[in-house]
């Protein structure tokens, strides 16, 4: 017996929605032929579809009207998310003053099930462009911010979420295996904080401790990443560990946070 249709279900606006999101694997203007062949839609589909996100400023032309590009307005939806959420609102101040009394990187990412986003980010001057953008993703089994979460979910939470997953490992440094990220999880609760050695990028250390609601389940994390050129992952942890708990403590527990 075939599963009911979901009438709820508006294809046409998800086949929109599927344009917008074939920038993420492709982060350059994109012919129309380009978005047809990664939405899997026919050539009109995906020119009706580029037409009207074009009309209402979700899309752009490229350089010189060549391709198409994501438009201006995206930002504004980005805007709209980052002022209704009260948690970024809460934790911008303390997100500052841990980035100005560390020195190092800090952010705040969001969980998403299998995945984390970050929403919040204070850089120093020697990281890369993108390491410093909000909006990006990246797995709950293979970041510091991750196995800190983790660490606060049910036994039964954690084997879902490593059995759902299937990213792929970020640098040669990943960790994949599922008993290893079982046992850094646990090191986690035990310590309150996760390391992550270069599993994300080369040459860098990250330190993370979840942030709970009022009912104790976690909701984001905040972490502080530095180089290896300059820190070793004890004396990181040793130096850090106090404070990131510390500002992740003073944002946990209240209400109305998500």
């Not at 939806?77 to 009260?86: H, I, K």
């Not at 890369?128 to 939470?157: C, F, K, N, Q």
């Not at 909701?219 to 708990?245: C, H, N, Q, V, Y």
Request: net charge neutral; glycine share 6%; proline share 4%.
């Amino acid at each position: 017996m075939s599963a009911r249709p979901d009438t709820l279900f508006i294809q046409s606006l998800a086949k929109g929605m599927k344009v917008l999101e074939c920038f993420a694997e492709h982060p350059a203007p994109l012919s129309l032929n380009e978005i047809a062949e990664y939405c899997e839609m026919d050539r009109s589909a995906a020119q009706r579809m580029t037409y009207t996100l074009v009309t209402l400023g979700y899309l752009e032309r490229g350089v010189s009207g060549r391709g198409f590009m994501p438009g201006k307005k995206i930002l504004e939806r980005t805007f709209d998310y980052l002022r209704s959420v009260p948690l970024l609102e809460r934790a911008t101040p303390l997100i500052v003053d841990v980035q100005r009394e560390s020195g190092e990187r800090v952010e705040l990412s969001l969980f998403d099930d299998l995945t984390i986003i970050f929403a919040l980010r204070r850089q120093t001057k020697r990281q890369t462009y993108t390491t410093t953008l909000i909006g990006r993703r990246l797995a709950t089994v293979h970041t510091a911010s991750g196995r800190a979460i983790m660490s606060h979910l049910p036994a039964d939470e954690v084997d879902s979420i490593l059995a759902r997953s299937q990213s792929k490992p970020l640098t040669t440094r990943t960790i994949t295996d599922a008993d290893r990220i079982r046992a850094l999880v646990a090191q986690a609760a035990a310590d309150g904080y996760a390391v992550a050695s270069e599993e994300s990028m080369l040459g860098e250390i990250n330190l993370a401790s979840a942030v709970l609601d009022h009912e104790g389940r976690p909701i984001a994390a905040i972490d502080i990443s530095g180089s290896l050129a300059d820190w070793d992952a004890e004396a990181f942890a040793k130096r850090f560990a106090p404070m990131l708990m510390g500002a992740t403590k003073a944002l946990s527990g209240k209400a109305g946070l998500s």
